[in-house]
Every structure is written in structure tokens, then in C-alpha cells.
């Protein structure tokens, strides 16, 4: 008899297509509303309504409540690797559509991964960091060096209060698209936002990120990067 948790409870929970939709879609940087996740899981409104219960239920969601709308995320970083592993290993979605093929391209330049980068852009990023010399691959996580600690510092990053939170600093995250590592973490967090507050890149739909005329400037002339 098994006494370690039940994951198949938690498997079950996650095998139902329409669910898989939406927590796919919840690997974005934002809550959505119901009715959002219906439509990216093509189900009714009530449909959904079922499925997200369920999930609250099992832990994988929560839902907050802003006046009278109520928007749902992931549960925690837990649910987002658990999700995140299971996309590096299944087998490819077959695209349909042009729709589908414009969208799958997007998401493979640049797009959130719960919530830091990934994509081409999350792992050049990653990768410029190292061959800067200002972070090193060790076997799970990366570590910030010296030199990496000043360039963070003066763009603007607080490496102490990142230390400081109860999750992990620098983890390595396989890029299912790319099939190497990115930055996530607390340190890979603090950099999407700090892009972000830049406007080095946007925020599209459906978890795409895009690179604006400005990003690509200064990622290639302070990164050596070119998307």
C-alpha cells in the first residue's frame, strides 16, 4: 500500500483536456475570469465554472475576488513546474490552422512561463548572462557571481530582498520549446518585470511576449542578443 500523497488524485485532475487549456493558460502573469478561460478551453461558461471548482478544490487554482468579478491563477510555483514539466515531455499539439501556426510562433520567441521569461528570448537572455559571466550553471539552479551581483544591481534588481523570499533565488527551468534552460525564480521574476517596466517588452494574449523596437536595441547592444 502506498503511503506516500496521492498524485494520481492530483493526475486526474489535470488528464481532462479542457482543464489541461486552462492551466495552460493560467502559466501566464495574470489571473483570468471564467468566462476567459471558457473560451481559451472552448467550453461553455458553466462547463468551465465545473472544471474550475474542481481545481480550487484539488489546490491547482485559487480565485480571488475584485468587486464583483472573480479572477483565477495558479495555486503556486508547485502547480506551475508540475505543469511545466509535463509540457516538456508530451508529445507536440498538431497546428491546424494559420491562427494556430502565428500563435505557436509567437510563443516560441518569447512568452511567460508562469511567471519569468521563456522562450528564445528567456533562454538567450540566460544564456548572455553566462557568457557574460554574471551567472554560473550549477546542477538545478544558477548562481550570480560577483560581476553578475554589480549588473543587477545597477539595472535596477534588489538581489537582497530576492534572497530574502521563501522560494528559490535562481532555478533552472527547461524551455519545452527551446529544450535548454531559462531563468526562473525569484531572479528570473524580478527580470521579466523589470523588462517589463522598461517597455524592453510587451505583454500579448495568450501568454506571448513581444520584443518592442526599443528591447531589441538595448538587449543587442547591452547582451549581444538578437531575436
Not at 151 to 174: V, Y
Not at 178 to 184: K, T
Request: net charge positive; glycine share 6%.
Amino acid at each position: 500500500m502506498a503511503i506516500s500523497p496521492d498524485f494520481s488524485y492530483v493526475a486526474k485532475l489535470m488528464a481532462d483536456s479542457s482543464r489541461a487549456a486552462m492551466l495552460e493558460a493560467l502559466l501566464g502573469l495574470d489571473g483570468l475570469p471564467a468566462n476567459e478561460l471558457a473560451r481559451k478551453a472552448d467550453v461553455t461558461l458553466q462547463t468551465a465554472s465545473s472544471h474550475l471548482s474542481k481545481m480550487v478544490e484539488g489546490k491547482l487554482i485559487r480565485v480571488e475576488k475584485h468587486g464583483r468579478h472573480r479572477y483565477y491563477s495558479l495555486a503556486n510555483t508547485d502547480v506551475a513546474k508540475a505543469i511545466e514539466t509535463l509540457i516538456v515531455i508530451a508529445p507536440p499539439v498538431r497546428i491546424r490552422s494559420l491562427k494556430d501556426s502565428s500563435r505557436a510562433e509567437k510563443l516560441k520567441i518569447a512568452r511567460t512561463c508562469y511567471d519569468h521569461l521563456a522562450g528564445r528570448l528567456g533562454v538567450k537572455l540566460t544564456e548572455a548572462f553566462i557568457v557574460k559571466g554574471y551567472m554560473i550553471e550549477e546542477e538545478d539552479n544558477f548562481s550570480v557571481t560577483e560581476e553578475g551581483e554589480t549588473f543587477l544591481r545597477d539595472f535596477g534588481i534588489d538581489l537582497d530582498t530576492l534572497r530574502n523570499k521563501r522560494r528559490h533565488f535562481a532555478r533552472k527551468c527547461l524551455d519545452w520549446s527551446e529544450r535548454r534552460y531559462h531563468l526562473a525564480g525569484s531572479l528570473g521574476h524580478a527580470v521579466l518585470l523589470k523588462l517589463l517596466e522598461l517597455n524592453w517588452i510587451e505583454k500579448l494574449p495568450d501568454r506571448a511576449v513581444k520584443i518592442t523596437i526599443e528591447g531589441k536595441e538595448k538587449l543587442e547592444n547591452i547582451l549581444g542578443i538578437e531575436i
